[in-house]
């Protein structure tokens, strides 16, 4: 049976977490989905600074947050040997929004606030020829919708890292290194519900930088392709 740690980098709002759980949970279901046979635990780094012995795992999983990672919080900055241990042994890892832009740069590259402001809501990306023979991307359209809310993102990416997803806004919305460890700007555990309660909590913000918030809300819809990228990731283990 495999064992696979949720690394919990932040807490949901508070109305997500009453309605549908917190990062945990969130993640949590999917995995279970694509693998019932997994046992999976949920670490928060924050709390919690000794980390679960890499002897152990057979995926790493780890959440967004409402932390910066430019801010190089020191739990945060713990991660990162560990998380280049991780890589060094081959275990398979899924980063998400966070967790992306953390392993970016524990494996070489850089993170912080994207040049044109926040990107959120539901928004097509498009996958790269070389994701074509990419074991988890390689099975999506090749336009697929996913939804994001990020106002940092990778700006540099590690020298022998994959790109495997694009949009206008971000030229590294999915990256692979190895061939096992996959990381996503975007939220394959958000629904329409969860991405439109994160629209309500960073309308003022949109609206600063002059996003018509309303029609970004119009807009949300559910994203199932991008949603099976988590259970397919357990589904490999």
């Not at 739990?75 to 042994?89: G, H, I, M, N």
């Not at 926040?118 to 988890?136: I, V």
């Amino acid at each position: 049976m495999p064992l696979v740690v949720i690394v919990k980098t932040g807490d949901a709002f508070p109305e997500v977490i009453e309605q549908h759980g917190d990062f945990g949970a969130l993640f949590e279901a999917p995995i279970l989905r694509g693998n019932p046979r997994a046992t999976v635990t949920t670490w928060d780094p924050r709390s919690e600074p000794e980390a679960p012995s890499l002897d152990t795992l057979d995926a790493i999983v780890i959440t967004g947050s409402n932390s910066m990672v430019s801010d190089k919080e020191p739990w945060s900055e713990a991660l990162k040997p560990w998380l280049r241990q991780a890589r060094a042994r081959d275990i398979p890892m899924f980063g998400v929004c966070y967790g992306h832009q953390l392993m970016a740069e524990a494996f070489g590259g850089s993170a912080g606030d994207h040049p044109d402001g926040r990107e959120a809501g539901t928004f097509e990306l498009e996958r790269t020829d070389a994701s074509n023979m990419d074991a988890l991307f390689s099975q999506l359209p090749t336009r697929f919708l996913t939804h994001l809310t990020h106002g940092q993102s990778v700006l540099d990416v590690p020298s022998d890292a994959l790109v495997l997803a694009f949009n206008d806004h971000d030229p590294y919305q999915a990256l692979r290194y190895g061939t096992r460890q996959w990381s996503v700007q975007f939220h394959p555990e958000f629904n329409a519900d969860i991405t439109r309660a994160y629209l309500e909590r960073v309308k003022d913000a949109l609206e600063e930088q002059g996003d018509d918030v309303s029609e970004l809300i119009n807009r949300i819809e559910e994203t199932p392709h991008s949603t099976s990228l988590l259970e397919r990731f357990s589904a490999l283990l």
